[in-house]
């Protein structure tokens, strides 16, 4: 193991875990959940040496990957939510440190998100939640900028489909996306 290379990794692992961690915390409210998925990511990238990536790649990686590790955590979290009886719900409902509109707001921007197909759910993500601009996510996801531009298309048409259906929520997903810069 080259003294280079880790060194290399300790400087982007300083750079990097402020900004990974607060990707993580506009997924997961609980910031010591985020650490663990960040420092987790790290662990993983230093087992796979995919921190000889180049610098232009390895932080778009990195971040598409703490997004879907954020989402795998939000669906396990959420099996094992459902398995728990009423009363333990309950429970972890109230021990809960996220009101409940903020609950309310996360739950319908996670059906919204459902209803797109699954590419065109990324692209979403990628662009209005991790902020990344259309170039940058092609180049992640080996795609054009056309077809980017086409799955943001088919996004807002869904999300304007769903707020049609749902007009007593409009306000409230109003709300949602303009937080969202959508």
């Not at 607060?22 to 409210?29: L, Q």
Request: aromatic share 8%.
């Amino acid at each position: 193991m080259s003294e280079n290379r880790k060194e290399q990794f300790k400087e982007r692992f300083e750079r990097y875990y402020p900004m990974l961690c607060k990707i993580a915390h506009g997924y997961i409210a609980d910031i010591d959940d985020c650490e663990d998925i960040v420092q987790e990511l790290f662990v993983s990238v230093w087992d796979k040496q995919k921190d000889s990536l180049p610098e232009g790649e390895l932080l778009p990686y990195m971040k598409v990957a703490v997004r879907n590790n954020c989402l795998s955590f939000l669906n396990n979290q959420r099996t094992y939510e459902k398995v728990s009886t009423d009363d333990r719900t309950l429970e972890l409902a109230a021990d809960n440190s996220e009101t409940t509109a903020s609950k309310d707001y996360t739950q319908m921007l996670d059906t919204i998100l459902q209803e797109m197909p699954p590419k065109c759910r990324e692209v979403f993500t990628m662009s209005k939640l991790q902020k990344l601009k259309y170039k940058e996510i092609a180049l992640h996801l080996n795609i054009s900028e056309k077809t980017v531009e086409s799955h943001m298309g088919k996004a807002i048409k869904i999300i304007r489909t769903y707020m049609a259906q749902h007009p007593t929520i409009m306000a409230v997903l109003t709300l949602i996306l303009i937080a969202a810069n959508v």
